[in-house]
């Protein structure tokens, strides 16, 4: 079996440049991920790997461990045959969810995506407070979102969910298929060139597993439908990352029924509604009673929907941001960023003690 050299799983010259930072250590990148445990590919091979006794002490945020998509630095192996993971370099883009059992901690689905595909099919999972919810998310992680619209052959309206899909979709494209539809591999295709790296998102059995044998040419996943009120079951156990025929890759990723908010950006996902807080009488205008609400003025209007407003304020408490102002909104993301090193200012000393250790 050929193993993919690590270029071929997305290397470039930016991760490069920092990885000389550890002349001792060799690059790698994660490509799947156990419990305790990962999956690396390196320069000649591919093997498994688990963080060093002191990653694990320095680091208290679940954030910050590796996650599929990270480029690492290794170094030889343990007593197990085990690489061992010293650093995760700067991910240029991380897509996060609360994390489950961890009070005020968000958990990493992937990382370093230039393309994410928010996958909901037409029938019994169509929910666009939830696609909101993904969008939100999606362009908070730094990832270009496109919405994938499966099992359109099941659905009872195409035209009116596809017009309510576009009336949210903001700056995003939209990509509709069904089992029938022989093209869908071409149409995501056209987002995935040698060295981009995607990942399919979305609930259990909406079909992205589906889509990425058809990506594939092969079986390479397990598939299951949508169960009994779209419960669904989750064919996928873990993510993992596969390199594609035309040279792309991609994130499976396990089914999520409803991902918890860590950080959101609702510039983009909300445009409008964003616009019209802007144009309120009163800086500190809660969007209930005060006069000289535009807000307000544009729902007894009809120019914005119910739905879509309460999906707004409901993200947006979650996302820890209501009462913000944009200026503060993006400190607190930076703050959280550079937590690990004792905020922005350290981060910046960090940097600076980096750049003398090259040079």
């Known amino acids: 079996m050929k193993m993919n050299t690590l270029k071929e799983y997305g290397l470039n010259e930016c991760f490069l440049n920092e990885a000389s930072l550890y002349p001792n250590l060799k690059p790698a990148r994660v490509i799947a991920q156990f419990k305790g445990l990962y999956k690396i590919a390196t320069e000649n091979s591919e093997c498994f790997a688990e963080v060093t006794g002191k990653f694990r002490h320095d680091t208290t945020l679940v954030s910050l461990f590796p996650a599929v998509g990270d480029y690492v630095m290794v170094a030889h192996s343990d007593d197990h045959g085990h690489a061992m993971i010293h650093h995760v370099l700067t ?95 071409e149409k995501i295709f056209s987002y995935l060139k040698p060295g981009i790296t995607a990942s399919f998102i979305g609930s259990s059995g909406v079909g992205k597993s589906t889509l990425i044998n058809k990506l594939m040419g092969i079986d390479a996943l397990v598939t299951a439908e949508i169960g009994k009120n779209d419960k669904g079951r989750h064919t996928t156990t873990g993510r993992e990352m596969l390199i594609l025929p035309n040279g792309g890759i991609v ?96 981060a910046r000393r960090h940097l600076k003690e980096q750049k003398k250790q090259k040079f």
């Open 91 to 185: 991910r240029k883009s991380s897509f996060e969810r609360t994390a489950v059992g961890v009070t005020g901690q968000s958990q990493v689905i992937a990382t370093n995506v230039d393309v994410v595909f928010l996958c909901m099919s037409l029938n019994n999972n169509y929910n666009l407070s939830r696609l909101e919810r993904y969008l939100s998310i999606a362009w908070s992680s730094g990832s270009t979102p496109v919405i994938v619209l499966t099992k359109s052959d099941l659905c009872d309206d195409l035209q009116k969910k596809l017009q309510e899909v576009e009336g949210i979709a903001a700056f995003s494209d939209i990509i509709v298929t069904s089992a029938l539809d022989d093209t869908v591999d």
């Open 251 to 346: 994130i499976d990723t396990p089914g999520m029924r409803e991902i918890g908010i860590e950080s959101a950006d609702l510039s983009k996902s909300f445009a409008e509604i964003e616009a019209l807080e802007a144009k309120c009488k009163f800086r500190n205008c809660t969007h209930t009673s005060e006069p000289g609400c535009a807000i307000q003025k544009a729902l007894a209007d009809g120019l914005i929907e119910k739905r879509r407003l309460d999906n707004y304020f409901k993200i947006k408490r979650e996302a820890k941001y209501d009462g913000l102002s944009s200026k503060e909104i993006e400190t607190s993301k930076f703050e959280m960023m550079f937590k690990e090193v004792g905020g922005m200012k350290n």
